[in-house]
């Protein structure tokens, strides 16, 4: 075995490779870009070797500086992780050259499966099930047309170079494949730089399930069972679990042993993934082979108890397998959830900014557990354009399906998170899901359970408003029990509570609160005679609440609504409020935030930050401009709001740091301005 190891990604995979080799024994080498120096990768290593810029291309994408890196430093073995140079062959061949150990496959395997029709033909030649379909060398449309009529309709034109679903065209009917044709040959030139196609009967609900194989430099092949990933979004994964349902003990050794057959037609070495499209009867046919760790190798671990990353790197080092077939075995159910900092309602597009909460529930990380947790970011840390706006996957298993989902919905309700937008309220409607929990699984599940996955916000309940507005009261040092006062004796003096609070308003406190529309939602606390009364719309209930854990910024209580009590986390960052109850979370924002994020401005100087994530709507202003106190300056776009950002003061805009459309994260300067000459 090597004794140092250098690992040329970052994030989540860049975490999960140090733990097992840190496990080992090994020495890890991180790279990081300008964008990372910070990064949780660059902690969790040994050593780290700055790279580049921000940009993939200037950095993660470097296999010159990679390479340097790694012979500077001593290491022996370069793990790739997934995504930047993992599938490169040219990068697998310079790390033989260099005479280092690349833990992949040789590059003459990933260069095999690396072209779509020449992998086809590959397999064919291997007795590897194909979709019918033709994908030879001979591109006349006449011809082309001719096998399609005899594929049967509807077919699918691909093209031989695409992926990830680009270039592709369903052709329903003879008449019309002359111009799906030449329209997916008119992309896929444009694309890919090649304008071959290839032919295929257009499978209906198919599935997409996946053979985790393993090959050593001994010839030795096994399999580590499937791994079920049909819930996609626009050909991103979204939920991966293991078993895949409804699979037999047969079907199961046939697809393991042709995926077993495609690795070794490739003289396949390490972790490759071989996947397959599913007909609803079961009948598999072969897609393509990704020559790396995937994303979703942790619910292959959950299942078998092996560590893949630990067989990725014995196997490099030129051991055996460490297992044969007959000594792996299938305990359990795993499923994995890819938690995203998007905006769901907006069609996830990423949410970029500073993670101020990130907490999980009780959790392993990187390793087998009930829960396990594979994240690359920390509270504090930043979710930036540069890379995947993934936050961290949520794995968990199961004695069987249901159990592993009960765990999973539950373990989604129990992360905290502030500061950025993510799809964890979707994963919850997913895990719900009837046809999810039936296990009714193919590609177009999301987009067929559409309404039920995209409900719209229905009216804000009473309880989560009345949460929000006694844990800002908690916070402010109120309590909420009739016994005593209105005041704990430690808390802020109220009459001091520079707020609005005045001896005179003691009895009414008004929260205009809007929720995740924009639309007002206000409602009142009421003190009497040592009771308190929560208002809202002329309706009056009674209210006591109970702090159960306090910090900064984050209030644990629980509340008795007109004798209901619930148990509420709420988040406050800044003005906005997530409360979190019965395993949902609802984000609140208080009235005046535009005004706090003035003050800010005033407090640095002259320099106006944004005072959540959003977007730049328009720009009002450009170097140089005098302004007054209260002009506006900007607006930008957060929580399907507009905010007009005035300035603050009489003085000249020394610089706009952006223009209309940026994404900005909370806190980011916006504009500078000078105060005035005079
Ligand atoms: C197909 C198909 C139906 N019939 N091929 C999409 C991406 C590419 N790698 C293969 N894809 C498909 N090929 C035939 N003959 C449907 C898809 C497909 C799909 C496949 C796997 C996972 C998700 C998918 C989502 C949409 C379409």
């Known amino acids: 075995m090597f004794e140092t190891l250098l690992i040329a990604n970052r994030g989540e995979i860049a975490c999960r490779i140090a733990a097992t080799a840190r496990r080992m024994g090994l020495r890890t080498v991180a790279v990081y870009s300008d964008a990372d120096a910070q990064s949780r990768h660059v902690a969790a290593c040994d050593f780290a070797v700055h790279i580049g810029a921000a940009e993939p291309r200037a950095s993660y994408l470097r296999a010159d500086a990679i390479l340097q890196v790694a012979l500077q430093t001593g290491a022996q073995a370069i793990h790739p992780g997934y995504g930047f140079l993992s599938e490169n062959e ?11 150990t690349f833990v992949g496959p040789p590059a003459s395997a990933i260069a ?49 170079a695409g992926g990830g679903g680009k270039g592709m065209r369903i052709v329903n009917s003879s008449v019309e494949f002359d111009e799906a044709l030449a329209s997916c040959k008119r992309e896929a030139a444009s694309s890919f730089g090649d304008d071959r196609v290839l032919i295929e009967r257009y499978l209906l609900k198919p599935r997409h399930i996946e053979i985790q194989v393993f090959g050593d430099s001994h010839g030795n092949y096994v399999h580590l069972f499937e791994r079920d990933c049909s819930v996609q979004r626009r050909h991103q994964k979204v939920i991966e679990e293991a078993p895949a349902p409804g699979m037999t003990e047969e079907r199961r050794q046939a697809m393991g042993d042709a995926a077993i057959a495609a690795a070794r037609a490739v003289a396949y070495v390490g972790a490759g993934t071989v996947e397959f499209i599913v007909e609803p009867d079961g009948r598999f046919y072969f897609m393509e082979m990704n020559t790396r760790l995937q994303v979703e190798h942790p619910v292959t671990e959950m299942i078998t108890g092996q560590d893949l990353v630990e067989w990725q790197l014995r196997v490099a080092a030129g051991e055996t397998l460490p297992l044969t077939q007959d000594a792996l075995t299938l305990t359990g159910h795993a499923i ?10 907006k069609g996830f597009l990423p949410s970029i900014g500073t993670l101020s909460v990130l907490e999980f529930p009780a959790h392993t990380e990187f390793a087998l557990g009930d829960v396990r947790v594979d994240g690359g970011v920390r509270t ?30 539950r373990a989604l309700g129990d992360i905290r998170v502030a500061g950025l937008q993510t799809n964890i309220a979707f994963l919850r409607r997913l895990m719900a899901d009837d046809a999810f929990a039936a296990a009714d699984l193919d590609t177009g599940l999301i987009e067929r359970r559409h309404d039920a996955l995209f409900p719209p916000n229905g009216t804000v309940a009473d309880t989560t408003l009345a949460l929000a507005a006694t844990a800002v009261l908690q916070a402010q040092g109120y309590v909420g029990t009739a016994k005593g006062s209105a005041t704990t004796a430690t808390a802020a003096d109220p009459w001091s509570v520079a707020d609005g609070w005045r001896i005179a308003a003691l009895h009414r406190r008004i929260f205009n609160f809007l929720d995740i529309d924009g639309q007002p939602q206000d409602v009142e606390l009421h003190y009497d005679s040592g009771a308190w009364r929560f208002v809202r719309n002329g309706e009056s209930r009674s209210l006591e609440w109970t702090g159960l854990a306090s910090q900064p910024g984050r209030q644990q209580l629980r509340i008795r609504l007109d004798g209901q009590d619930s148990n509420g986390d709420i988040l406050i960052h800044g003005e ?13 924002r208080l009235h005046d935030a535009v005004a706090h994020a003035q003050d800010e401005g005033a407090d640095h100087g002259g320099s106006l930050t944004a005072p959540m994530p959003g977007k730049i709507i328009s720009v009002a202003v450009k170097s140089g401009d005098t302004v007054k106190s209260g002009d506006t300056l900007l607006v930008m776009e957060a929580m399907k709001m507009e905010h007009t950002i005035f300035s603050p003061r009489d003085g000249v805009v020394e610089e706009v740091y952006y223009q209309a459309g940026d994404q900005v994260a909370d806190g980011t300067q916006l504009i500078a301005i000078a105060e005035s000459a005079e």
């Open 576 to 588: 906005t409020l997530t409360i979190y109850r019965d395993g949902e979370s609802h984000v609140l």
């Open 380 to 409: 504090g840390d930043t979710i930036t354009p540069h890379y995947d706006p993934m936050i961290a996957k949520l794995i968990v298993r199961g004695r069987d399906r249901n159990q592993a989902r009960a765990r999973m919905l």
């Open 90 to 100: 040219g990068f697998a061949q310079s790390c033989a050259d260099a005479g280092l």
């Open 336 to 345: 994995e959830a890819r938690i995203y900092a998007e905006n769901p309602d």
């Open 112 to 160: 095999a499966m690396g072209s779509k029709s020449a992998a086809k033909a590959l397999m064919e030649k291997a007795g590897v099930p194909l979709v019918p379909g033709y994908h030879g060398d001979n591109q006349d449309p006449d011809f082309l047309r001719q096998q399609a009529d005899a594929i049967g309709y509807p077919v699918l034109i691909k093209a031989s």
